[in-house]
């Protein structure tokens, strides 16, 4: 089976610090892991995904993730916050296990703190 | 570019009453979900269509039903509503390969009084 793990329902950070929302994931074949942005009352867009070809993905709005497999961890940053970060992001991933199955975390809401 | 189409974008039910939240996709895309998301909760897969003909349980399918009538229409079918199914409700789809993106709807904000 597959899961995500999302640390932290909320964050806040101020403006201009860094981004780090944090995402653990479990899955017993090698995972494809994806970040999804939630604005307020819209649906969710992609942000970024891992497919195996870099370690280390760089998305939109200046967000990249870096996926570690001796940690599962597949953690987002951002260097330097912005107002219209303040959104919430999910976590998500696929495997061969059950591929047809696309399965999210919990979600973190990040507030930016002018 | 109309992308996931959901509608209607809100309602409001009384328990017992039943509907049909429809989804259409215009990108010829093989998978189709339906997830509710409840606060603290993430997304939560009630359904999901593989491939045109074929529709499979995710983690919360009880109360409702689906229908994939085509390759771009998904359907979600409450009986008989209940207000534990108040929620936001979103249809996505994807190509269906292992390394591919959902695109989303807006959602349906549906209120069970």
């Known amino acids: 089976a597959q899961s995500v793990t999302q640390l932290g329902s909320h964050v806040s950070v101020s403006e201009g610090a860094l981004v780090l929302l944090r995402c653990n994931y479990s899955s017993s074949v090698p995972p494809y892991l994806f970040w999804y942005v939630q604005y307020p009352n819209q649906g969710l867009q992609l942000l970024l995904k891992?497919?195996?070809?870099?370690?280390l993905v760089k998305g939109i709005n200046g967000f990249e993730a870096e996926f570690k497999k001796s940690e599962t961890s597949f953690h987002l940053t951002k260097p330097s916050a912005h107002m219209s970060d303040a959104a919430e992001y999910f976590c998500a991933v696929t495997s061969s296990g059950g591929y047809q199955k696309v399965t999210f975390g919990t979600g973190t809401k990040l507030q930016v703190i002018p | 570019n109309a992308g996931v189409t959901q509608t209607p974008k809100f309602q409001v039910l009384k328990t017992g009453q039943s509907m049909t939240l429809q989804c259409a996709q215009d990108m010829n895309h093989n998978s189709m979900y339906w997830y509710r998301q409840d606060p603290g909760m993430g997304l939560r897969l009630i359904y999901y269509s593989a491939s045109e003909g074929t529709t499979d349980k995710g983690e919360v399918p009880n109360g409702y039903n689906v229908s994939r009538l085509n390759k771009r229409e998904f359907s979600l079918r409450l009986e008989s509503a209940a207000p534990s199914q108040t929620s936001v409700y979103f249809c996505a789809s994807r190509p269906g390969g292992l390394n591919t993106e959902a695109f989303f709807g807006q959602g349906t904000r549906l209120t069970v009084v």
């Open positions: 891992y497919t195996s070809a870099a370690t």
